[in-house]
């Protein structure tokens, strides 16, 4: 009987500082990452990285403890005019043949009121790798009908500085805005627990 019990009582103990991580990825055709340039100070420039992976993980239920991983391939950029992006491509701006990807990964996470987070983590693009703030809103769980998977919604949004990581240096604030708006949304399905 001691056996059993204590037998029970180390299994207890050892599973109490064990961590189940949930890892979450997201879902290409309803995810997507925004960002937006104020034009000649006159009109707002929006476009999308087309081509990105993120990953969460978390063993909170309310992803207060998440840790999210992007990467974006920098060639996919995508802002409706042919011309612009190849532009925007070349080392005038991103230099994608240089710099293929920006990424980002998450170093802390603190709650600022229900479902709403502060997000910090280094992101690093061009080169250039800085700390950054991001405001993130978790949009909820539930489970997809189509697929029957557990599905959450997140929305990131926050402001860079393209002079912080060396982009379009040619072209000044007048022409187009330093401060770059960014704006993500996804939803992410639950792929394995570790």
Excluded at 43 to 63: I, L, M, Q, R
Excluded at 162 to 175: Q, V
């Amino acid at each position: 009987m001691k056996k059993i019990l204590f037998g029970a009582v180390a299994f207890v103990a050892l599973t109490a500082f064990t961590t189940f991580n949930k890892i979450w990825e997201n879902d290409d055709a309803h995810s997507q990452i925004q960002f937006t340039v104020t034009h000649l100070g006159v009109s707002d420039v929006s476009g999308t990285f087309n081509d990105f992976d993120v990953t969460v993980k978390t063993s909170k239920a309310d992803f207060s403890d998440a840790v999210f991983e992007l990467s974006a391939k920098t060639s996919s950029i995508d802002t409706r005019v042919e011309a612009r992006d190849n532009h925007l491509k070349s080392a005038d701006f991103f230099d994608a043949e240089k710099f293929p990807t920006l990424n980002f990964k998450s170093t802390g996470i603190t709650k600022a009121s229900k479902d709403k987070y502060k997000l910090t983590g280094n992101l690093t693009l061009h080169g250039v790798t800085k700390p950054v703030t991001l405001d993130l809103t978790y949009r909820g769980t539930v489970e997809n009908p189509m697929s029957k998977k557990q599905t959450a919604g997140f929305q990131i949004t926050g402001t860079i500085k393209r002079s912080d990581f060396t982009i379009g240096e040619k072209f000044p604030a007048l022409i187009i805005s330093d401060e770059v708006r960014i704006k993500a949304d996804g939803e992410f399905t639950q792929t394995e627990n570790k």
